[in-house]
């Protein structure tokens, strides 16, 4: 699974979360995505947030490819 086919499976539910405007507004792009299959069937995406060139925090979502919903990681 690559960060495009999540993309296109989350479109539906979350159609700004990897807009082009919201990517630029946290120096992103699709190719900083990480991904990571869990053991549960999941996926754990994350992609280094910067502003005037520094990170300053990670995106971390888990992507449920039964549902096609990104999900927000417990304690964060």
């Known amino acids: 699974m690559t960060i495009y086919d999540i993309k296109h499976r989350t479109q539906k539910k979350q159609p700004y979360f990897f807009s082009r405007d919201t990517l630029r507004f946290f ?25 005037d060139g520094r990170i300053t925090h990670y995106t971390k979502r888990f992507f449920n490819p039964e549902t096609n919903d990104l999900e927000f990681l417990p304690n964060e």
Do not use: E
């Open 27 to 51: 120096g992103q792009t699709m190719n900083d995505f990480k991904i990571k299959k869990q053991s549960d069937g999941k996926y754990l995406i994350s992609a280094p947030a910067r502003h």
